[in-house]
Nanobody, 124 residues
Framework: QVQLVESGGGSVQAGGSLRLSCAASGDSNVTSYCMAWFRQAPGNGREGVANIDRYSSTTYADSVTGRFIISKDIAKNTLSLQMNSLKPEDTAMYYC?????????????????WGQGTQVTVSS
């Protein structure tokens, strides 16, 4: 059973940076899956932020392109999200997720494994 554990959330002022990490266990090859970061703000649905596939190709939501960078460390079985130039609208619970196969449309219901989430709060 794959387990994902996020860390690195916190509170920051607008314009600041945070780095989220997701430690994967239970399958040494989980970073060969499609892995992604999602976020969910109160009252909103879960939205995709960024994904990275088994070939390390990346996709970003328009709202974070140019500000966030997703990466993975295969040796450490970890996924990261570097978030720069943060805005108050980035405030949300951030989740790490993994799915077998290609990333494709990367809808939340396609993902097999989820972390418990880490809160990011950006103040103006």
């Amino acid at each position: 059973q794959v387990q994902l554990v996020e860390s690195g959330g916190g509170s920051v002022q607008a314009g600041g940076s945070l780095r989220l990490s997701c430690a994967a266990s239970g399958d040494s090859n989980v970073t060969s899956y499609c892995m992604a970061w999602f976020r969910q703000a109160p009252g909103n649905g879960r939205e995709g932020v960024a994904n990275i596939d088994r070939y390390s190709s990346t996709t970003y939501a328009d709202s974070v392109t140019g500000r966030f960078i997703i990466s993975k460390d295969i040796a450490k079985n970890t996924l990261s999200l570097q978030m720069n130039s943060l805005k108050p609208e980035d405030t949300a619970m951030y989740y790490c997720a993994a799915k077998w196969g290609v990333c494709g449309a990367w809808r939340p219901d396609e993902f097999n494994y989820w972390g418990q989430g880490t809160q990011v709060t950006v103040s103006s």
